[in-house]
């Protein structure tokens, strides 16, 4: 039997696997205690757990998913991880101070199948999934690695690859993340951000109550059809459609990611395009003026250029962010992510 990985498991799937090896249904919880309130780092730190158990655990399962490669700080304080995973493909996850705020940006794939222009992860195509434990295993090893610098205070799902394209691991690693003996964070804290996969958002809506943010990035199908592949199969009247539907909680908004490119999305008429498509919705904007990467001959637009597109924005009322990529000189920025992929 292959050895399971720990945090592979909800609370109730731990239960049914302890009592599964002969052991007592509460022993999970205590197990979840351990690995997730006291962020052991090995089972002989578990007095609470017999030592014939701790053996068992130590023999029979693996209790980490991730294997620290690198850690490179940015000048502005931003922290990127490189993690090895057991069959030697890498991902990176990152950290972004914003005080009082230190949100991780988590990878739910190796590479991403949906090939959008502007993204160094897409650049790489679809290496695989990761599991539930390799997601949960990012804040856990982040964590550990601030100790008492720092916390999480927020997490994005906003890393490698698409989060909606391996929906069961991801709602897995969901529901340990919020789980009060797991990592306990709440739902309010967390959000997912997709490309516009339809089907799996509608879903997500009606099954977790996590914050979501769209990648629109285009408002008209002829730009979006340019940058993101996947609008042909999802257009964007369904992905809107599918938000309008969405089941908000009060006083909740979706997020609008909305990249801007100079000579292609980035001119006052896209800007009134795009209020148009987001009018009478709850919705908040972040424009990204685009990051650079090796594989990319988009440009960014001026400055005067993005303040002239928010400006459009402002006077609709709508409300709108400039977010400027944090990380950049460490190639930690959004699209910038690609394992150990960089310069391949
Ligand atoms: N696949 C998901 C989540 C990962 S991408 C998605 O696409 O939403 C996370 C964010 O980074 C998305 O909004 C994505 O569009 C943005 N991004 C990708 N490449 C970028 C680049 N070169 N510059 C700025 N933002 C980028
Ligand atoms: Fe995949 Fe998102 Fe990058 Fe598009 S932007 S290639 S969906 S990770």
Redesign the pocket.
């Known amino acids: 039997m292959e050895r399971p990985f720990i945090k592979n498991f909800r609370l109730s799937e731990l239960e049914a696997w302890v009592e599964s090896i002969g052991e007592r249904r509460f022993r999970a919880r205590q197990i979840f205690k351990n690995v997730y309130a006291r962020q052991i780092a090995s089972w002989d730190e578990c007095s609470d757990l017999s030592k014939l158990f701790r053996v068992q655990l130590d023999f029979g399962t693996h209790l980490n998913a991730l294997n620290l490669r690198e850690r490179q700080e940015s000048a502005d304080g931003t922290l990127k991880y490189l993690f090895e995973l057991h069959d030697g493909h890498s991902l990176e996850t990152v950290l972004i101070p914003d005080p009082p705020r230190n949100t991780l940006c988590v990878s739910s794939q190796v590479g991403?199948a949906?090939g959008?222009t502007?993204?160094?992860?897409g650049t790489m195509g679809f290496k695989r999934n990761l599991n539930t434990a390799e997601i949960v295993d990012q804040v856990c090893q982040v964590r550990r690695d601030l100790g008492s610098r720092g916390h999480i205070s927020n997490i994005v799902?906003?890393?490698?690859?698409?989060?909606l394209a391996n929906y069961d691991a991801v709602i897995n690693s969901i529901e340990v993340m919020t789980d009060p003996n797991g990592l306990a964070f709440s739902h309010r804290r967390i959000t997912v951000?997709?490309?516009g996969l339809v089907p799996q958002l509608m879903k997500l809506g009606e099954q977790s109550p996590v914050n979501l943010?769209i990648?629109l990035?285009a408002s008209s199908d002829a730009v979006r059809n340019q940058i993101m592949p996947i609008n042909r199969i999802y257009p964007l009247s369904s992905v809107m459609e599918a938000c309008r539907c969405y089941p908000l909680a009060p006083r909740k908004r979706i997020t609008f990611?909305y990249?801007l490119i100079a000579d292609l999305n980035d001119s006052i008429g896209d800007a009134r395009n795009l209020v148009k498509l987001l009018s009478g919705m709850r919705a908040k904007v972040n424009l990204?003026p685009?990051?650079?990467?090796p594989r990319?001959t988009l440009r960014r637009p001026s400055e005067d250029r993005i303040l002239a597109f928010q400006d459009v924005l402002r006077q609709a009322d709508l409300t709108v962010i400039i977010r400027q990529?944090r990380g950049a000189d460490i190639s930690a920025?959004?699209?910038?992510l690609a394992g150990r992929h960089h310069d391949s």
């Open positions: 991403c949906f959008c502007f993204c160094l992860t799902f906003m890393g490698m690859g698409e989060p951000s997709t490309a943010a990648s990035h990611e990249i990204i685009l990051n650079p990467h990319c990529s920025a959004c699209g910038q």
